[in-house]
């Protein structure tokens, strides 16, 4: 049995940071789920160029937004960067060891950053290789309030979907320590094995991209949309 670490440094509920394009408040759970605040979302995706993240993958993390947050658009773009290339950007030179820090991804971001409108939201994500030092084992991490990492070198094509769906959950608010299917030994996940929450990747158990019907009731509760 093959297990990979799916961990989140940093749920959105309770730990939130300022944002690069969105510094006036503090972004919250409801903020993606409901549209009191932003009526759109816009999904930047930075990746490694050795690293490009599938046309799938990202098709099915728009998917499930549009299920989930009450948004009138959801918009998505790419930038490609040159991290482990030997044209390396020297902007990156602190980033091209591989050995990454919540402070390394932050900053990869602040050089990234884009402007959206005032009624959009952002989400930032990254594809590159390499570790988290924190915790090697470790394959995806939400690490603010609008961003989360991949390291795609160590997760099989087949898991791609899983593990990006996974940590967007985490930026809606999944799973609340409280909740009735949290799982209290991986806190911020879910103890059900079926659910796209559940805290590690299980070549036994397969790939899902769906949510149990515990965590979609706590994302109505939170002021998502429930089907």
Same mark, same amino acid.
């Given at each position: 049995?093959?297990?990979?670490?799916?961990?989140?440094?940093?749920?959105?509920?309770?730990?939130?940071?300022?944002?690069?394009?969105?510094?006036?408040?503090?972004?919250?759970?409801?903020?993606?789920?409901?549209?009191?605040?932003?009526?759109?979302?816009?999904?930047?995706?930075?990746?490694?160029?050795?690293?490009?993240?599938?046309?799938?993958?990202?098709?099915?993390?728009?998917?499930?937004?549009?299920?989930?947050?009450?948004?009138?658009?959801?918009?998505?773009?790419?930038?490609?960067?040159?991290?482990?290339?030997?044209?390396?950007?020297?902007?990156?030179?602190?980033? $091209?060891?591989? /050995?990454?820090?919540?402070?390394?991804?932050?900053? %990869?971001?602040? !050089? +990234?950053? &884009?402007?959206?409108?005032?009624?959009?939201?952002?989400?930032?994500?990254?594809?590159?290789?390499?570790?988290?030092?924190?915790?090697?084992?470790?394959?995806?991490?939400?690490?603010?309030?609008?961003?989360?990492?991949?390291?795609?070198?160590?997760?099989?094509?087949?898991?791609?979907? $899983?593990?990006? /769906?996974?940590?967007?959950?985490?930026?809606?608010? %999944?799973?609340? !320590? +409280?909740? &009735?299917?949290?799982?209290?030994?991986?806190?911020?996940?879910?103890?059900?094995?079926?659910?796209?929450?559940?805290?590690?990747?299980?070549?036994?158990?397969?790939?899902?991209?769906?949510?149990?019907?515990?965590?979609?009731?706590?994302?109505?509760?939170?002021?998502?949309?429930?089907?």
């Amino acid at each position: 049995m093959k297990k990979w670490l799916v961990a989140a440094v940093l749920c959105s509920i309770g730990f939130l940071s300022g944002t690069p394009t969105n510094k006036s408040r503090h972004i919250e759970v409801n903020d993606y789920l409901a549209k009191n605040n932003y009526t759109k979302i816009h999904i930047h995706i930075i990746y490694d160029k050795l690293w490009a993240p599938s046309p799938a993958s990202i098709t099915s993390l728009t998917e499930m937004l549009h299920l989930y947050c009450h948004k009138e658009e959801i918009n998505v773009t790419k930038q490609e960067i040159a991290i482990t290339t030997s044209n390396a950007d020297p902007r990156y030179l602190l980033c $091209s060891t591989g /050995l990454w820090t919540t402070d390394n991804l932050k900053y %990869l971001i602040s !050089l +990234n950053s &884009i402007k959206v409108e005032k009624n959009t939201l952002s989400l930032y994500i990254i594809y590159v290789f390499g570790f988290l030092i924190s915790d090697f084992s470790t394959i995806g991490s939400t690490f603010s309030d609008n961003s989360f990492v991949l390291f795609r070198n160590r997760i099989n094509d087949k898991w791609e979907t $899983s593990i990006l /769906l996974h940590e967007a959950g985490h930026i809606l608010g %999944l799973v609340p !320590l +409280n909740a &009735i299917n949290s799982d209290h030994q991986h806190r911020w996940h879910c103890k059900n094995i079926h659910c796209i929450m559940y805290w590690c990747a299980d070549d036994l158990i397969g790939p899902t991209d769906k949510m149990d019907e515990d965590c979609q009731k706590l994302i109505q509760q939170m002021g998502g949309k429930y089907y």
